[in-house]
């Protein structure tokens, strides 16, 4: 076992678990969902529920630092609620100016959290401001008493076309939306029950891909017999869950139960939707178009410009994230292989970039931790690749690529996990200036064996 090379500069890790980031400004509401304390660069937020904790490391001209961070838990101060093993606080992480004073606020699934006389299942609010995160937050809990795991997805977007965003939060076997309010308390069940009996939900991507003004929520998880289950819904005013379909389902491997991402691969103006199916070891690009999904396409690793080979063990799919790397105006997709071997090191991991362009995918270039400049060395069961984000952190309107390895090990800590960031490049991600991390760079909330530091990027 090795311990990582790391970003220069150690976070100063308080009793509270935070470093406090650099104050910002924000005049008027952010444009940027993504920037907690208004300093005009979006954030990169890591979710560990293992450890129960989301680390925020602040965007710069520079990039990413554990010395510019916060670590919120439920022990953070102002964050209701204990901290518990079960509660896999961070299990999902996403963001948006929900109380509209111009700070992005962080939007945190705990689906295992246990409350008294309710079921299993929380969403956290945390406040952004100019001082990140200290201004305390709001926890949602289970609307009903018959459905579990409450948080285990959500998207903040504009269900209805009204110029104001929605929370929208799943839980193991239901959807849910929150009226436009700086102050979310009651959750609304969709007018019309489109999701059969059993299914067991664990991911949601919202984005425009029918409309280019409108939203389509796309869900995604398991039938009761433990097969892929994708179906969509599209949003608007009344009938919510009439208009929807399925968009895959069993044994199709455009299905998925694990990983999507939205952004326009063609440039056509309409978002598409790209899926990942880690047992077919695929991914798959719905193009978005007018009322409807137009062409599908699916690619594995034995097709045309993707590096490497279909092997059974790869698991490639098992994660996506879709952003424009090179500024041409056509999003590129990266794509995870966690259990790819490199040379004879088996399930050290691999991720594969994938360019966009007119004719939509073209081809790839894999990145692994035997390229050159990319920090580490592969070693067997690291899974580097199991999480990926796509998002310009330095703005300089290239998308850098975050990577979270799950499984690699740290000093004597086994499955301790670490993230790397590669910089947005023309043609492809470089690894110049290549930074990478781990928990331990965070404080002792974050690190440890089993922890799985970067489970989730966002």
């Known amino acids: 076992m090795r311990k990582l090379v790391i970003a220069a500069g150690a976070a100063v890790v308080a009793a509270a678990g935070l470093t406090l980031p650099l104050a910002g400004t924000a005049s008027a509401a952010t444009t940027l969902k993504d920037d907690f304390n208004g300093d005009g660069y979006r954030d990169l937020a890591i979710g560990t529920p293992g450890a129960n904790t989301v680390t925020v490391t602040f965007g710069s001209a520079s990039g990413v630092s554990p010395s510019r961070s916060v670590t919120v838990s439920q022990s953070t101060a102002g964050v209701p609620g204990v901290t518990e093993p079960e509660d896999e606080f961070g299990e999902n992480v996403t963001s948006g100016d929900v109380d509209d004073d111009g700070y992005a606020d962080l939007i945190v699934g705990a689906p295992g959290e246990r409350v008294t006389g309710n079921t299993t299942g929380s969403v956290t609010i945390v406040w952004g401001g100019p001082r990140a995160f200290d201004r305390g937050a709001k926890v949602l809990n289970s609307p009903t008493t018959d459905t579990e795991r409450f948080g285990e997805a959500a998207s903040f977007v504009d269900i209805d076309d009204d110029g104001s965003a929605n929370l929208a939060v799943i839980s193991s076997d239901s959807w849910w939306y929150y009226a436009e309010s700086a102050d979310p308390t009651r959750a609304i069940a969709p007018e019309v029950d489109f999701l059969p009996e059993g299914v067991r939900l664990e991911g949601m991507e919202a984005a425009t891909f029918l409309s280019k003004d409108g939203y389509t929520y796309v869900l995604y998880g398991e039938r009761a017999d433990g097969k892929p289950y994708t179906v969509y819904m599209k949003g608007g005013v009344g009938d919510i869950g009439y208009y929807s379909g399925v968009l895959a389902e069993g044994d199709d491997p455009r299905a998925t139960r694990e990983a999507s991402a939205a952004a326009d691969v063609n440039g056509d103006g309409y978002t598409d939707l790209v899926t990942g199916n880690a047992a077919a070891n695929s991914v798959t690009v719905r193009y978005g178009g007018q009322g409807s999904f137009g062409a599908t396409k699916t690619y594995t690793q034995d097709s045309a410009g993707v590096p490497g080979a279909d092997e059974p063990e790869d698991r490639f799919g098992a994660a996506v994230s879709a952003g424009d790397l090179d500024h041409d105006g056509y999003a590129d997709v990266a794509v995870g292989a ?15 970039v994938l360019k966009g362009g007119t004719g939509g995918l073209g081809a790839g270039r894999a990145y692994h931790q035997d390229t050159a400049g990319v920090p580490g060395a592969p070693e067997a069961g690291d899974h580097f690749g199991s ?72």
């Open 338 to 352: 966690p259990g790819e071997s490199v040379g004879t090191v088996t399930g050290t991991g691999s991720v594969t």
């Open 387 to 458: 999480s990926l984000r796509y998002k310009d952190i330095n703005k300089n309107s290239r998308a850098d690529l975050a990577i979270g390895a799950n499984g690699e090990d740290i000093g004597t800590s086994a499955d301790a996990g670490a993230v790397w960031v590669l910089r947005g490049a023309v043609p492809y991600v470089t690894t110049s200036y290549a930074t990478s991390f781990n928990g331990a760079d965070f404080g002792a909330a974050t690190s440890g064996a089993g922890r799985a530091f970067g489970t989730v990027l966002r």
